[in-house]
Each structure stands twice: as structure tokens, then as C-alpha cells.
């Protein structure tokens, strides 16, 4: 059967298309914000502190980033976080809105968008609040952002009607090039 699994609610009624929706961009709409929060944090709140060497337990010197949310990382970590920041900035957060509408609009292609999108979101905070940074100030709002981008993710994705995509899709397109590179590159 193609059709999306059918979720009850906490009140013991189905999860309707509609329901399902307003969730959906519900959850968006958070998680737009709190990483707005979050990455805006990440860029910042930075001090003038440069680089500082800290000994490990095992007596080893490593370089710590020193100023802002991130100074307790190492300069490489840091350094990507920020990369990470800038991007869910100046990137992320425009298409996970522009997405989401498109999305509440009942469209296919918003549908698929925003699931990218989501998924997005939920492996930069998923890397977050599960340690590729220190514990810092934001560690709560990485969990949220992860724990929404989950839920949000699940719901869109078992939500996209598998036969009105396929009915988008011709017989003549390539299948197994795509799949091959696809394979290849993981």
C-alpha cells in the first residue's frame, strides 16, 4: 500500500493531512526562530581572546579557539562551527521559511524541499547537542532544535504522497546512473 501511515493524535483522533501540516510548519516556524537564536549566539558572541594552548590529561598540548560561544573548542572545530553558523544563517533558515510555505501551500515540491531542509537542520543540531562541539551556554536549544528537526523531518517525510510522486516521474527517466553515483559517493 503507497499510501503515508496514519498517526493519532494525543486526543485519540488521526493525524490528518491538515493537522499533519499545521504541525509541520509549526515546527518550522520554531525552529526558524531558535536557530535563528542559536546561530546568531554562535557569530556573535565573540570576545577578542585569541588562540589559548591547554594541556590535555595525557600531556598533550592543544590549541583552544578561546572568545565566544565556542572557546572551549578546539580552533578546527570552532572555526567550522562558525562556518556552520554563518550558513544556517545566510542559507538555512531562508529555505527552511520559503519551504515551509510553499509546504502549508500543499505543494509536492515544497514537501520535498522542506524535508531536505529538515534534514538539514537535524544533522548540523543532531552534531551539536550529541558532542562535536563542548557543552556550552546554548546546549539545551541545540537539544530543542534536534528533537523539533526530528519530529518535523518525520512527520513531513511519512506525510508525501509516494503516487502523486511517482505519477511526477517518467518512465524514461535514468535510474541506475544516479543510483550508481549516488552508491559512489556514499
Known sequence: MTSSPTYVSTLGTPLTPAMRSKIVAGL????????????GAGLLADSQAGPVSFTTVHGQVSELYGGGLYRN???????GQRGTDAVTLVLGIPLL????????RGSLRGAL?????LGYFLYVYASMALGTVVYNELFLAYVVLFSASLFAFVLT????DRTAMAARFSAAMPRRGPALFLFASA
Open 28 to 39: 518550522s516556524w520554531f525552529i526558524a526562530a531558535l536557530a535563528l537564536v542559536a546561530a
Open 73 to 79: 573548542d578546539t580552533v578546527f572545530v570552532a572555526a
Open 97 to 104: 521559511v520559503a519551504s515551509s510555505l510553499r509546504y502549508r
Open 113 to 117: 524541499l522542506l524535508t531536505g531542509t
Open 157 to 160: 517525510l511519512t506525510g508525501i
